[in-house]
């Protein structure tokens, strides 16, 4: 086991993923398309490494501007919580956090949801995953249909999140969440990150067939990236955060 298994497994991994989940790429694309053209936003989640997902929805060079990104430490820079909550392990198991995360979010009714969470069985997750749909929003989850499977739900209601969700993309990470027989090998951040760019690539195909220009990210650090985010970013004043 080292870095070249890795390479090899994980390889064929992403490739496989992004074959399977093609169908299901286009479901999300549309989502988060009509969203889009209704004036919504795309709100994405994820606590602990799925985060990492949101950072990949919002914010980033080559991304989606009318994005945003929800956090558990929300509960401490929007809604006034000392910051010691965050020294809480099982936070993300804690379902009325959930509640407070959609209360300090600048969410309007055409917004649209990317929850990332591989296990699909934490509190916080589930019942925003619920919260969301009892508001009407469109719900999309990226989850590891074979862990979740495989998981006990944490939720009082019994559901996973992708039970929930609208369109549910499948990682492909395997129970653990590791690749290797040692081990190590982390999966979900990787296929997830995959799916994340099938899904903005097909978006923007669409508004560009469409005759419109898509409001894309360009990195801050080339010529004229930042003056251009700024402008784009103006036009989503009040609806999306960013924050260092």
């Not at 994405?44 to 799925?50: E, K, L, P, Q």
């Not at 407070?100 to 916080?124: C, H, K, M, T």
């Not at 549910?168 to 040692?182: H, K, M, R, S, T």
């Not at 080339?222 to 960013?242: C, F, M, T, V, W």
């Amino acid at each position: 086991m080292n870095a070249q298994t890795y390479l090899e497994a994980i390889t064929e991994l992403v490739g496989k993923v992004g074959t399977e989940q093609a169908g299901n790429v286009q479901r999300a694309a549309d989502l988060i398309t009509e969203s889009l053209n209704a004036g919504g936003v795309v709100q994405a989640f994820g606590s602990g490494h799925s985060e990492a997902l949101a950072m990949e929805i919002a914010g980033r060079a080559g991304g989606l501007v009318p994005t945003n990104r929800i956090a558990l430490r929300d509960i401490v820079l929007w809604g006034g919580e000392p910051v010691e909550v965050l020294e809480d392990q099982l936070l993300e198991r804690r379902t009325e956090v959930a509640h407070r995360l959609y209360e300090l979010a600048p969410i309007q009714p055409a917004d649209v949801f990317v929850l990332a969470s591989n296990s699909g069985i934490n509190g916080v997750v589930v019942e925003l995953a619920l919260l969301i749909k009892e508001r009407g929003h469109g719900l999309i989850a990226v989850t590891s249909l074979d862990h979740t499977a495989r998981s006990e739900p944490r939720h009082p209601s019994g559901k996973r999140l992708s039970e929930i969700a609208d369109v549910v993309l499948d990682n492909g990470a395997p129970y653990g969440d590791v690749i290797l027989e040692n081990q190590s090998g982390a999966v979900s951040s990787v296929t997830a990150a995959v799916l994340a760019q099938m899904v903005v690539t097909e978006v923007v195909r669409r508004l560009q067939e469409a005759g419109q220009t898509p409001p894309i990210y360009l990195s801050a650090n080339i010529a004229g990236g930042y003056e251009h985010n700024q402008q784009l970013e103006a036009r989503y004043a009040g609806r999306i955060r960013r924050i260092a």
